[in-house]
């Protein structure tokens, strides 16, 4: 009889088991980007087909930086549905590619313009560093296969540069403090204004005209203040 009570007691102290503790099966991702081949006008296009259980419809756009279809896609319409879909946009789609301004390669003597300036890309391979600006030379040292990389990030860097000090100021004007200020490889906007006060720009901007990227950084922290379009904000 001991025997069978001390078996109870400590039986008892364990906690049953219950159904909810059972391991509960991973959530699918929110999103899911699969890629996929169209044929318009007798070219391949690509195209990135992403299933979102927050889409509500199927949406189309073009990517003007890389030339590529964007179809957005509930999952209950999933990938066959948005690809007969795009089927029946080959004229849009035709015609939007055909607006994009031919792609410039960043290589050996391209004239690309950074912040107003017409600088010529020069390779120096024999050169010890990254990316520095020589008159009107931009020279990239290193191997040719790194240019393009070299000139992103250097690019970016100025960005930021550039983008932060046009924030600080006109933050001051409006007497807001500082905001944390990211420069981001956007593709659909050149800035942006979360409600938690942080700036976004796209490291684009560096390529703009000066008048351009000043607008764009006092547009946003104008958010600051309004977090509309209202005539308020415009004023």
């Not at 069978?4 to 980007?33: F, H, V």
């Not at 990517?63 to 946009?89: C, E, H, W, Y």
């Not at 003597?109 to 890309?121: D, K, N, P, R, Y």
Request: with cysteine; net charge positive.
């Amino acid at each position: 009889m001991d025997d069978l009570w001390q078996w109870a007691a400590r039986t008892a102290t364990k906690a049953p088991l219950r159904a909810d503790s059972a391991p509960r099966p991973a959530k699918p991702p929110a999103t899911k980007i699969v890629e996929h081949q169209i044929e318009i006008g007798g070219q391949i296009v690509p195209v990135s087909i992403r299933i979102d259980r927050r889409a509500r419809r199927i949406s189309l756009r073009v990517d003007p930086s890389r030339g590529q279809v964007m179809i957005t896609s509930p999952p209950r319409a999933g990938v066959k549905q948005a690809l007969n879909f795009a089927s029946t946009q080959t004229r849009w789609i035709e015609q939007r590619l055909a607006r994009l301004p031919e792609a410039k390669p960043f290589c050996d003597g391209a004239v690309i313009s950074v912040l107003g300036q017409e600088l010529t890309l020069r390779h120096c391979p024999s050169h010890r560093g990254t990316v520095w600006i020589d008159g009107e030379l931009l020279c990239v040292a290193g191997a040719s296969d790194h240019i393009t990389r070299r000139v992103n990030d250097w690019l970016k860097i100025q960005a930021r540069k550039v983008l932060a000090e046009k924030v600080e100021t006109y933050a001051a004007q409006v007497n807001r403090p500082l905001p944390r200020v990211q420069v981001r490889d956007s593709v659909t906007r050149w800035g942006s204004c979360s409600s938690t006060g942080v700036i976004s720009f796209s490291w684009r901007l560096v390529l703009a005209p000066p008048s351009v990227l000043d607008y764009v950084a006092a547009h946003e922290v104008c958010h600051l203040v309004h977090m509309d379009h209202s005539k308020r904000f415009w004023n």
